[in-house]
């Protein structure tokens, strides 16, 4: 199943058509380390498109690829440097078809006038694994049996002494 602790990784690469290939083959590695197989292709075809439009129409190849696992999601954002690229126009084709494969996604600019794109995928439980309903566990009260009460017999007239002696009281 999927694991639970949080990863991330980061990749600084310089953009050219050789290196979207290289970059896929990497990016499909770790999430196969993060036993995270159903996610590979979704966001390794997402990064894909994204570098291939860097690759298009930046002047500035230099460009950040980030992952973030947290156990439920799968947060990939590129980053990039060119402060002339306009998504809305030079990628407007690219992050439709983003937005058609994955949970959520979005663009945001920095300070620098860069920009940075992501898109999340949702881990989904595998076929093999079926849900099957659990019984309630019992609450705590029906585990701990609570003692009853029990009429308590004074013996009048007796008194046990430490040693566990009854004798008499006058």
């Not at 009429?151 to 046990?160: D, K």
Request: with cysteine.
């Amino acid at each position: 199943m999927k694991t639970a602790v949080p990863c991330y990784y980061h990749l600084d690469v310089e953009v050219s058509s050789e290196r979207v290939g290289q970059v896929r083959r990497i990016l499909a590695a770790h999430l196969r380390l993060w036993d995270l197989e159903t996610l590979v292709e979704p966001v390794c075809s997402g990064a894909e498109l994204l570098l291939t439009a860097i690759d298009e129409h930046a002047t500035d190849k230099n460009t950040s690829i980030e992952m973030w696992w947290n156990g439920q999601h799968l947060i990939t954002a590129v980053g990039e440097n060119d402060c002339d690229l306009r998504p809305d126009h030079d990628m407007r084709a690219c992050l439709q078809r983003i937005a058609a494969m994955s949970d959520g996604w979005g663009c945001c600019a920095t300070n620098t006038g860069s920009k940075v794109i992501w898109f999340s995928q949702r881990a989904r439980a595998g076929g093999r694994v079926p849900l099957v309903p659990v019984a309630p566990a019992p609450s705590l009260r029906e585990v701990l049996q609570v003692p009853r009460e029990m009429p308590a017999v004074a013996l009048v007239g007796q008194v046990r002494e430490p040693d566990g002696v009854l004798q008499d009281a006058r």
